[in-house]
């Protein structure tokens, strides 16, 4: 089996600006002005606005990050997060994981989906932490693990 090429999240942030962006300003009125938008995703929606917001902080104002896929790429996230240092986010981030996102959608995943819903909540909080240490206002960062939520769209 071929390895896995990735998501490819920076074309994707590229393509957002460069051409969904532009399209919904003509067919909608989209604001052209930053302050007037907002960014959000979950899953690995999560992920790709989270990146939008490291590559791109001046093309939002508000960003919301949900369930991001912090298991993926073995922590990847959190290091490009960490060496974002001395560099622009957003105005507002907002930054949510849910208590259950394994066991939430997995019943029967016993200890393992523990194991994972813990991994998950830490990583949301090893996040938010890395964000804080770079000078980012504490009243800047909305970030909550939320009990009893799952990876669902009910939950975010």
Known sequence: MAAASGGNVAAYCARVL???????ERCFGLSRAPNDRALGGSSFGGIATLYMAMLH????RCVMIESPSFWACHGRMLRDVRECA???????LC???GGCEYSGTRPNS???GAKCDRFLAEACKECAHA???QGVDPARLDWHVEP?????ERDW
């Not at 001395?86 to 507002?92: A, D, F, S, T, V």
């Not at 009893?148 to 669902?152: L, R």
């Open 57 to 60: 902080p001046e093309a939002f």
């Open 95 to 97: 930054l949510a994981m």
């Open 18 to 24: 460069a051409e969904l962006l532009p399209w919904a």
């Open 148 to 152: 009893g939520a799952a990876h669902n």
């Open 86 to 92: 001395g560099k622009r986010w957003p105005e507002r």
């Open 131 to 133: 964000i804080l240490a």
């Open 110 to 112: 016993g200890d393992a």
